[in-house]
């Protein structure tokens, strides 16, 4: 039986929202992170000097917040090549204005669309079946969900600065429930939500790196 966002995981997504809400972060860190997440979705590898000018900050605060920044992938001339958003190939597609990105977790499909202001066409397939997912995810609303049945996990993230295997390689989208509850049993802690429910958490993340000051409720 599919899950469905009344089901009681209310507890479980504000516990998430309240522990990678940017407040948890260095001063200054959302501001870098929603400016590097704009660039990098014009699909090229971004330099500290363009975050830097973006920003209005010295280069080496750009340098010093990235390094806090554990898993931020970097080409081979130390550009940017992704933290969330990502140039290199995932699990999980993220195609906007025609250009082929990626993403670390499933929920980041969810969150950055608000971030960015753009609508994301999203490809995934369950880890546990090999079934494709496919998603169109706008700002404000997941327009199509293909199967409908489809879910998402989640985990309570870890006290780790890597972001990235702390949570998001538990995070992904699921055929359907059962597919989900298979894959849960084998990963303790993890749980499994609607998509409609992870969308909800995904829109109090990017309210979150919005107004950064205050943590937001989840509606």
Same mark, same amino acid.
């Given at each position: 039986?599919?899950?469905?966002?009344?089901?009681?995981?209310?507890?479980?997504v504000?516990?998430i929202?309240?522990?990678?809400?940017?407040? /948890?972060?260095?001063?200054?860190?959302?501001a870098?992170?929603?400016?590097?997440?704009?660039?990098?979705a014009?699909?090229s590898?971004?330099?500290?000097?363009?975050?830097?000018?973006?920003?209005?900050?010295?280069?080496?605060?750009?340098v010093?917040?990235?390094?806090?920044?554990?898993?931020?992938?970097?080409d081979?001339?130390? /550009?940017?090549?992704?933290?969330?958003?990502?140039?290199r190939?995932?699990?999980?597609?993220?195609?906007?204005?025609c250009?082929l990105?990626?993403?670390?977790?499933?929920?980041?499909?969810?969150?950055f669309?608000?971030?960015?202001?753009?609508?994301?066409?999203?490809?995934?397939?369950?880890?546990?079946?090999?079934?494709?997912?496919?998603?169109?995810?706008?700002?404000?609303?997941?327009?199509?969900?293909?199967?409908?049945?489809?879910?998402?996990?989640?985990?309570?993230?870890?006290?780790?600065?890597?972001?990235r295997?702390?949570?998001?390689?538990?995070?992904?989208f699921?055929?359907?429930?059962?597919?989900?509850?298979?894959?849960?049993?084998r990963?303790p802690?993890?749980?499994i939500?609607?998509?409609?429910?992870?969308?909800?958490?995904?829109?109090?993340?990017?309210?979150?790196?919005?107004?950064?000051?205050?943590?937001?409720?989840?509606?």
């Amino acid at each position: 039986m599919p899950i469905t966002a009344s089901m009681d995981t209310s507890g479980l997504v504000t516990a998430i929202a309240e522990r990678l809400a940017p407040g /948890n972060r260095p001063p200054g860190f959302p501001a870098l992170l929603v400016t590097l997440l704009r660039e990098l979705a014009k699909g090229s590898p971004v330099t500290k000097d363009a975050l830097a000018q973006s920003l209005g900050w010295p280069a080496d605060r750009v340098v010093a917040m990235l390094e806090m920044a554990l898993a931020t992938e970097y080409d081979d001339a130390g /550009n940017v090549m992704g933290y969330g958003i990502s140039l290199r190939k995932t699990r999980h597609v993220f195609e906007v204005d025609c250009q082929l990105l990626y993403t670390w977790c499933a929920l980041d499909t969810l969150i950055f669309p608000a971030v960015i202001g753009k609508t994301a066409h999203v490809r995934s397939h369950c880890p546990q079946t090999g079934e494709p997912i496919v998603l169109t995810v706008m700002p404000d609303e997941v327009r199509r969900v293909e199967p409908a049945d489809a879910v998402v996990s989640l985990l309570m993230p870890g006290a780790s600065a890597d972001i990235r295997s702390s949570f998001c390689c538990y995070v992904h989208f699921f055929a359907c429930a059962s597919a989900g509850e298979t894959w849960s049993s084998r990963h303790p802690g993890s749980e499994i939500v609607s998509v409609a429910e992870a969308f909800r958490l995904g829109r109090a993340i990017a309210r979150q790196l919005s107004e950064p000051q205050a943590l937001s409720s989840i509606a």
